[in-house]
C-alpha cells in the first residue's frame, strides 16, 4: 500500500533547501511524492546563541539561519523556559529572518498536529492559507535578530501581469542570481543568496508548466526554493469563492522574496519598472 505521509526529520544536521529542491527535481519521486511543508522547531530558550553559531567553512549562513530561512511553519518550543517579553522577542527575531512563516507556541513539543501537517504550502492553492499575502504589507527591518542580513522584503503586486515578463524576471533573480533588469556587471550584490521565494499574483497570458496553452486571466501562486520554483493556477472554483475580498484588497496580491543580503531598494526598483511595463 501507499504510504499516507512521511515526517522527514533533519535535526540540525542538514540544510531543508536541499530536500525541498530534491522532491522537485526529482521526476520519479515527485509522481507519487508531494512536498507538503517545512516545519522549524525553534529552540526558544537558546535561539540567541544558535544564531550566533559561527558559519561553516565555504557556507554563508548556520543551520539555525536557514532553517529558519526556509521554513513554512514555526514552533517556539520551551517558551516554559523564557519570559513573556523575551518570547515575544523571540518571534520578532525570527519573522524579521523570515516573515512569511506562520508561527505557534509550544512547550515540551505539544504541538497541535493540524498545524503542522497537511499544510498545503507547496501544494494548497488557497489563497485564504497564504497568510504572508494578507498580512505582510512592508519589509522586516531586522532590528532585533542578529544577522541582519538575513531579511523578508515584499513587493506589492496590485496589477493584472504579463506572465510571460514576470515569469522572466523571476528567472533572471533565481537563476542569474542578480537584480532583474540591470546589467550583469551593474546588478552584482556581494553576499546575495536568495532562499525562498512565495507570490500570489493577476496574471495575463499564463502558460503552465509542461503546457503550450495559455490562460488569458488567471491568479497564480509561485513557489521558490533557491534557483528553483513552480507557479500553478488557483482553481476557479476556489478563486471565486473569495474574490469579492481579493478584489477589494489590492495588498493581498505580491510576491514576496527571503534571503540574505538582499539589495531592497534596487530589487524594489526593478519591480516597480516591471509593473510598468508587463501591466495590462
Known amino acids: 500500500g501507499k504510504f499516507d505521509y512521511i515526517l522527514l526529520e533533519t535535526t540540525g544536521l542538514a540544510d531543508p533547501g536541499n530536500i ?64 513573556p517579553d523575551e518570547l515575544e522577542d523571540i518571534e ?21 498536529l493540524d498545524s503542522i501537517l497537511n499544510i498545503g504550502a507547496y501544494a494548497d492553492i488557497d489563497p485564504a492559507n497564504l497568510s504572508f499575502a494578507a498580512a505582510k504589507g512592508h519589509d522586516a527591518h531586522g532590528h532585533h535578530h542578529i ?39 551593474a546588478s552584482q550584490s556581494p553576499g546575495m543568496e536568495m532562499l525562498r521565494l512565495k507570490a500570489l499574483l493577476l496574471a495575463a497570458d499564463f502558460a503552465p508548466v509542461g503546457s503550450e496553452q495559455k490562460i488569458s486571466r488567471a491568479t497564480v501562486v509561485v513557489q521558490g526554493v533557491r534557483e528553483m520554483y513552480d507557479s500553478f493556477v488557483v482553481p476557479e472554483k476556489k478563486a471565486s469563492k473569495d474574490s469579492d475580498a481579493m478584489q477589494t484588497c489590492e495588498s493581498l496580491y505580491k510576491i514576496v ?24
Open 92 to 112: 520578532r527575531i525570527v519573522l524579521d529572518i523570515n516573515g512569511t512563516a506562520k508561527v505557534s507556541k509550544s512547550a515540551f513539543a505539544k504541538v497541535d
Open 257 to 280: 522574496l527571503i534571503g540574505r543580503c538582499l539589495p531592497k531598494e534596487e530589487l524594489r526598483s526593478s519591480w516597480e519598472s516591471l509593473l510598468q511595463k508587463a501591466a495590462v
Open 20 to 83: 525541498a529542491t530534491m522532491l522537485w527535481s526529482n521526476e520519479e519521486l515527485g509522481s507519487d511524492i508531494r512536498l507538503d511543508g517545512i516545519v522549524t522547531m525553534v529552540d526558544s530558550k537558546n535561539l540567541r546563541i544558535q544564531l550566533d553559531e559561527k558559519v561553516p567553512e565555504g557556507q554563508t549562513m548556520n543551520e539555525a539561519q536557514k532553517q529558519i530561512a526556509f521554513a513554512d511553519r514555526i514552533v517556539l518550543n520551551k517558551t516554559d523556559l523564557v519570559k
Open 147 to 185: 544577522d541582519k542580513n538575513i531579511s523578508t522584503i515584499a513587493l506589492s503586486a496590485p496589477v493584472r501581469m504579463k506572465w510571460p515578463a514576470v515569469d522572466e524576471w523571476i528567472q533572471e533573480l533565481l537563476w542569474d542570481s542578480r537584480v532583474p533588469g540591470s546589467s550583469a556587471e
